[in-house]
């Protein structure tokens, strides 16, 4: 194993930022062993599935060869909405950084806590919902 490859399962679905992480970077398949690569955006998909009843936003990525799920992260409607704040937050950020405006401390400290927040909600649905994406995602393609 070269240090660019990296397990989908086991560390990386744990990092909400993957999506960034990912991106180039030689992925070996758990299910069939195939090697791929997450090239673009449009390698990283979007879906909407209802699971339990709960409307939930499901972004993965998916092995070009046996076509197993890779679940990135799952978004309900209330992290959708820490999401969106974290984002708003942030931009505040890098918007007065590229101004060369000062940035207090509690300007960064609302970030870094809008980040905590979603995290702990984003992980709270993963285990609430640990089922497999395989057949939902192939359902709502
Ligand atoms: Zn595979």
Redesign the pocket.
């Known amino acids: 194993m070269d240090e660019n490859t990296i397990n989908p399962v086991s560390k990386s679905l744990q990092d909400k930022f993957i999506e960034e992480q990912s991106k180039g970077k030689v992925i070996v398949?758990d299910?069939?062993s195939?090697e791929f690569k997450i090239n673009t955006v449009d390698d990283i998909k979007d879906t909407e599935v209802v699971v339990h009843g709960e409307r939930l936003f499901l972004k993965y990525f998916e092995?070009p060869?046996?076509?197993?799920i890779y679940k990135i992260n799952l978004d309900n409607s209330e992290t959708m909405l820490v999401k969106k704040e974290y984002q708003n937050a942030l931009e505040r950020v890098q918007r007065n950084k590229a101004k060369h405006r000062p940035i207090d401390d509690k300007q960064l400290q609302r970030v870094e806590k809008l980040k905590r927040r979603y995290i702990d909600k984003c992980e709270k649905i993963l285990i609430k919902h640990n089922v497999s994406f395989t057949k939902l995602a192939t359902i709502n393609k």
Request: with cysteine; proline share 0%; glycine share 0%.
């Open positions: 398949c299910e069939c195939e092995c060869k046996c076509e197993h």
